[in-house]
Structure formats: structure tokens, C-alpha cells
């Protein structure tokens, strides 16, 4: 098993720019998570999902769209990217109650 | 809204002492908590969690406990060496089963240093 994969390991874009980070996992779970992580900060939410076709907002979702098509993909989508969104992404899936399968990261940088 | 507070945000501890990290949780209807381990430019991973029907875990040096009543829990490491340096996360879920109300909540996290 893969686990939690996530691509790119990193990007670097320019203000106004867009761009989808992939998220993918093959442990069939329900569940799948994005977070961003500020340089030494904790992790916030910015979208869920607890199944395919449903998808809810988190702390963070302003500048950013989800969708979850299928079990195993829940990529992320960035609108007219801001350097406020300058941060490493973490894509988690699991089922509730049990333990989160977090991806390595994808490291970005808005310039 | 639902809030997790942990406690202290940095601690540092000599190798071989103890080091407590503690949080709180405020929804009543939490029943799953665990923590999760994130060295210096890795992924979080889970060390330990602990379910509301349980008081304490442990799994070697390790150990959460949980008191429900007063809706806090800690983790405990003992012995500590010098690879627990990391930084720690509670966090606090309750499930129904695909509930779209299902969140899970982290704490702000524990930068833990052991000192040689």
C-alpha cells in the first residue's frame, strides 16, 4: 500500500496564479482531510470530506475549492493564489475515531 | 465553537526526565483522542489515542490518561531521549458514523526539546 500519496512536493507560483495539489489514498478510507501548516504553527483545517460527492468547509476554506469525485482522490484547488497561502499542505485520511494517514506535504511558495 | 487548549507550547526537559503535555477539550460529546508526533519537516504521525471508555494507556514509555469529567487528557513520556524531540498534537474527535458534524480538533501543539 502507498498510503497517502500527495504531488507536487513543491511549488513555487506567482500572485494570481492557480493550481491543484493532488491527493490520493488507497486504504479505501471514507474520510480525507486538508490542512495547511504556517512555519511553526499548527495545523488548520481548510476542507473534509466523509465520502465521495460530500464535501464541507473547516476553519480555512477562503481561496481554496475541493471536490472528492472518488473514494481515493480529494485534490485542492487554489484561485488566484495569494502570498498569504505560502504554506505546507497536508492531506489526511482516515476513518473516525481512528487514527488520521497523513501524505509527506506539499511545500508551497506564493511570490 | 468546539476548542482543544494543550499546554505548555514549548518544554524542554533534561535526557532521562519525564515530560507531561496537557489539554483540554470543551465538546462534551468527544470519544477519541490521540496524539500524533511530528519531527522537523516530516508528517504528523500517531504515537498513541485513547478512547472515553478507557482512564489511562500505555505503550512502553509512553502514556496518555484521560479524565472525562473534567474533559482533560495528557501524555506522558518517560525516560525521555534525545529522538522525542518533536513537536506533539492532541486532538479530540467524536464519530457517528460519516456524521457531516464529525470534526476532529488539534491542539496548537508541544515543541518538546531534550536537553543532553
Known amino acids: 500500500n502507498a498510503g497517502v500519496t500527495q504531488t507536487p512536493k513543491f511549488r513555487i507560483l506567482k500572485i494570481g496564479q492557480s493550481m491543484t495539489l493532488q491527493c490520493a489514498q488507497d486504504?479505501?478510507?471514507?474520510?480525507m482531510y486538508w490542512y495547511r501548516q504556517d512555519p511553526g504553527m499548527g495545523l488548520k483545517l481548510i476542507y473534509y470530506s466523509v465520502g465521495a460527492g460530500i464535501t464541507d468547509k473547516g476553519e480555512v476554506p477562503n481561496g481554496y475549492n475541493v471536490s472528492r469525485s472518488t473514494t481515493e482522490d480529494f485534490p485542492l484547488r487554489l484561485e488566484l493564489a495569494a502570498p498569504s497561502q505560502t504554506s505546507v499542505y497536508f492531506c489526511a485520511s482516515g476513518e473516525q475515531g481512528y487514527e488520521q494517514f497523513f501524505g509527506p506535504g506539499t511545500r508551497l511558495t506564493v511570490l | 465553537g468546539e476548542n482543544v487548549e494543550q499546554h505548555p507550547s514549548t518544554l524542554s526537559v533534561q535526557e532521562g526526565d519525564s515530560a507531561v503535555i496537557k489539554c483540554t477539550y470543551s465538546d462534551s460529546a468527544s470519544n477519541y483522542f490521540p496524539w500524533y508526533k511530528q519531527e522537523l519537516g516530516k508528517r504528523p504521525q500517531l504515537i498513541i489515542d485513547i478512547r472515553s471508555n478507557v482512564g489511562e494507556k500505555k505503550d512502553q514509555r509512553i502514556a496518555v490518561t484521560l479524565n472525562k469529567t473534567a474533559k482533560h487528557f495528557s501524555l506522558h513520556i518517560t525516560e525521555t531521549q534525545p529522538e522525542d524531540s518533536a513537536v506533539y498534537f492532541c486532538a479530540a474527535s467524536s464519530f457517528r458514523r460519516r456524521n457531516r458534524d464529525d470534526k476532529i480538533i488539534f491542539g496548537k501543539g508541544t515543541r518538546l526539546h531534550i536537553l543532553p
Open positions: 486504504m479505501n478510507h471514507n474520510y
